[in-house]
Structure formats: C-alpha cells, structure tokens
C-alpha cells in the first residue's frame, strides 16, 4: 500500500538503476563532458588572446 502511495522505489534505488543500465555508455558519457569543458574553456580564454 504504501509503495503504491510513495511511487515505488526511493530515490536512491532508482539511481542505482539508472547508473547500472548505463554503464556500457558511462566512458563515452565522459569523454563528451570533458569535451565540452575544454571546448567552453577555449571560447572563455578566446578574447584575451585578440
């Protein structure tokens, strides 16, 4: 009754889920987030070099 009430699983559950469905993408994940942190990087550091 009360898991029908609250949605089921907690958050912690689901995020355990979620982490062990994507693990298989998990290296291609951080590869595009640290892209992106050196391609916003560049841009910031940009204007001091003109």
Do not use: N
């Not at 029908?4 to 987030?33: H, N």
Request: no cysteine; net charge positive.
């Amino acid at each position: 009754m009360i898991k029908a009430l609250t949605g089921g699983d907690t958050m912690l559950t689901q995020i355990k889920t979620a982490f062990s469905r994507s693990q298989a993408t998990l290296l291609q994940d951080v590869a595009g987030v640290v892209s992106l942190v050196v391609m916003l990087m560049v841009a910031l550091h940009l204007p001091m070099g003109f």
